[in-house]
């Protein structure tokens, strides 16, 4: 190859320059500093002699990226790692709820069992235990067996302790006037959520 062709070739870049010394011929696309007549990158950055300490300000950029990622990447983890420890707790919960419940619903009662009331449960000697409508307070000293809680049923048949009874009452006084007024709900069903300012 003719040196005067290799010297003007001398601003090619690195790999082309190469291939040429090695009498192989490779096209490259054409570099256009203004493609379409637009600069896309500015010209002093390109052109200046690059200064070493830019390279570091770069890595310790790219590093310190890293570290942010990770770290919104563990926020967010322990709020899902939150998130399923509580729903651990309430699986657990419901089911002891569950098996209370059950096991109430299978204790002995010769009345007809209605939502809304009070049912006292009492234990004989023999182990069975029974409902009664009658309070330990009513039977006053001649209560003939012990005593082991006093429980209200629900519309959904389930059973609350008496102790917990004013807060669920509270609950669900809640809910029915939730129920019983439908603005709670945007009228308008569409992904934008119009009607929530409505």
């Known amino acids: 190859m003719l040196t005067g062709e290799l010297e003007a070739r001398r601003t090619a870049v690195p790999w082309e320059l190469e291939a040429i010394e090695h009498s192989v011929v490779v096209n490259l696309v054409e570099t256009s500093t203004a493609p379409s007549g ?13 200064d070493p300490m830019d390279l570091v300000a770069l890595a310790e950029q790219v590093q310190k990226g890293d570290d942010f990622v990770k770290a919104n990447a563990c926020n967010k983890l322990t709020v899902i790692a939150d998130q399923i420890r509580y729903l651990q707790e309430q699986a657990k919960k419901v089911l002891e709820e569950a098996k209370r419940d059950a096991d109430l619903h299978h204790a002995a009662c010769n009345i007809v069992k209605k939502p809304g009331n009070m049912y006292y449960l009492y234990q004989r000697p023999s182990g069975q235990k029974y409902f009664s409508i009658i309070s330990p307070k009513e039977w006053g000293p001649s209560c003939p067996h012990p005593f082991l809680g006093a ?48």
């Open 38 to 50: 637009m600069e896309l990158v500015s010209s002093y950055q390109t052109n200046r002699v690059g």
């Open 151 to 198: 429980f209200k049923l629900q519309p959904d048949m389930s059973w609350t302790p008496v102790d917990e009874v004013e807060k669920r009452d509270a609950e669900l006084a809640v809910m029915g006037k939730l129920l019983s007024h439908q603005t709670a709900l945007p009228p308008y069903t569409g992904p934008n959520f119009r009607g929530l300012d409505e």
